[in-house]
């Protein structure tokens, strides 16, 4: 939120855009009041995998030493597809894509803690003056234009000239605009836990079976995330069993997680994440405005929702220091060129991480194969290669062609190009592209 007579912005958030949010308008002098709801860590998973955009823009915020310190490097992600026979299962393929495929200097992933992140980003925003944070605080409506929280059962108005909500899916401020939205439930749960991983676990995996999917990446402190793949309303099933059990989710595919998986005690230590897809059709209305998961949901099948409130939060902090030095601070109409450069990007992502989910949702043998061809042809064809990175890692976008399916499917021959597609820098988001006002 932003307040008084100079500047303003109210972010009401749980997560790090709002953080992120008020961070770039702090540097930019602008005053700002955030409204967090929890000032404990929450114990529930959020988004871990920070994409090279995201670690790009919060490197430009100052949190890159802090950052790398606190993270784990994710270069490769190896796929590996598995058949059965019978109770025998064996590995069939192996593939990888390389974030260091991208030339640019941000060309890698890293994994990090949600609560992690958020704790950085308070420790940088308490530094600075115009920044103002109140927690713990509920965020009830507006009055009169004016924002009514409650803190610890006190009621207090804020006035601003605009207000942010970055609180989550159940978006009060979503609510507060009159913005409805159509939510997407997909087939399907995932189980997730964090434990221990052996020393030689370095790099991210993901293992498609028949009926299942199970994604492991490395944390720091020698720790794995993992996500595995259930049918919708089996979670009480899973339950019901030993906890061994889950450990022989794992233990299938990569055996060394035997020994370190012993952490997990019972299945209170496993969480249920359930997956959704939504698209606000709107994110600004008047002196309004909605990022991260309060404007949008995408599956988490490239752990991108974070990093997609990451990256709105950039977009609309610059819009807004923009108006700040310009003298157009009350020009309220200029806040849809947020909504124009981020909603787009974000029908992309939202597009990516469908595909990337219904490559895993169909268990027919003839699909299994062609699910595998693909993921080989995307490792051994540069262009392919460089398209899948790029496209995730939100640094560009490259939209896939009918001549692309058909090179993922294999039947094309294959072309001897460098590694390295050599036209890559065209296909990268330019300033002007993240920030067209100041072009103007």
């Known amino acids: 939120?932003?307040?008084?007579?100079?500047?303003?912005?109210?972010?009401?958030?749980?997560?790090?855009?709002?953080?992120?949010l008020a961070l770039k308008l702090g540097l930019c002098g602008i005053s700002v009041v955030v409204i967090e709801r929890n000032k404990s860590k929450s114990p529930l998973y959020k988004g871990e995998l920070l994409q090279p955009k995201s670690i790009e823009l919060l490197s430009k915020l100052g949190l890159g030493d802090e950052l790398y310190d606190a993270s784990y490097p994710i270069e490769n992600l190896y796929s590996e597809e598995w058949k059965w026979k019978g109770n025998d299962g064996y590995l069939r393929t192996k593939s990888v894509l390389s974030y260091q495929t991208l030339d640019h200097e941000f060309n890698m992933a890293r994994m990090l803690p949600h609560e992690t992140l958020r704790e950085l980003l308070v420790k940088k925003i308490e530094q600075l003056p115009s920044v103002e944070l109140i927690r713990p605080a509920k965020f009830k409506g507006f009055e009169d234009d004016v924002a009514i929280i409650?803190?610890?059962?006190?009621?207090?108005?804020?006035?601003?000239?605009?207000?942010?909500?970055?609180?989550?899916?159940?978006s009060k401020m979503r609510k507060e605009m009159g913005i409805t939205c159509d939510e997407k439930k997909y087939d399907h749960h995932f189980l997730t836990a964090s434990f221990p991983r052996p020393k030689t676990f370095t790099d991210g995996l993901v293992v498609g079976a028949p009926h299942t999917f199970l994604g492991l990446f490395p944390l720091p402190n020698d720790y794995v995330r993992s996500v595995y793949r259930i049918p919708p309303g089996s979670y009480r099933e899973y339950k019901e069993q030993p906890i061994t059990s889950y450990y022989d989710l794992h233990t299938t595919y990569v055996p060394g997680l035997k020994d370190t998986m012993t952490t997990i005690t019972s299945w209170r230590d496993v969480q249920l994440m359930i997956p959704y897809q939504f698209q606000s059709p709107r994110y600004v209305v008047d002196n309004k405005a909605i990022l991260g998961d309060a404007a949008h949901s995408v599956h988490p099948m490239a752990g991108e929702g974070m990093n997609l409130a990451i990256q709105d939060a950039d977009v609309l902090s610059d819009l807004f220091c923009w108006m700040d030095e310009k003298g157009k601070w009350r020009d309220q109409k200029l806040l849809k060129w947020y909504e124009r450069v981020r909603k787009p990007r974000v029908d992309q992502m939202i597009a990516l991480s469908h595909r990337s989910q219904l490559a895993y949702s169909f268990h027919d043998p003839i699909f299994r194969k062609l699910r595998t061809r693909a993921l080989v042809a995307m490792e051994e064809r540069p262009l392919l290669h460089f398209k899948q990175m790029l496209n995730v890692s939100g640094l560009g976008y490259y939209k896939a062609t009918l001549f692309d399916w058909f090179n993922h499917l294999d039947v094309l021959p294959t072309n001897n190009r460098s590694t390295i597609y050599p036209k890559q820098k065209r296909h990268f988001y330019t300033e002007q592209d993240d920030y067209p006002w100041r072009f103007k």
């Open 1 to 20: 939120m932003i307040k008084d007579e100079n500047d303003p912005s109210l972010c009401v958030r749980r997560r790090v855009g709002g953080l992120t």
């Open 150 to 170: 409650d803190q610890k059962g006190e009621k207090k108005r804020i006035q601003a000239y605009y207000y942010v909500g970055a609180e989550g899916r159940s």
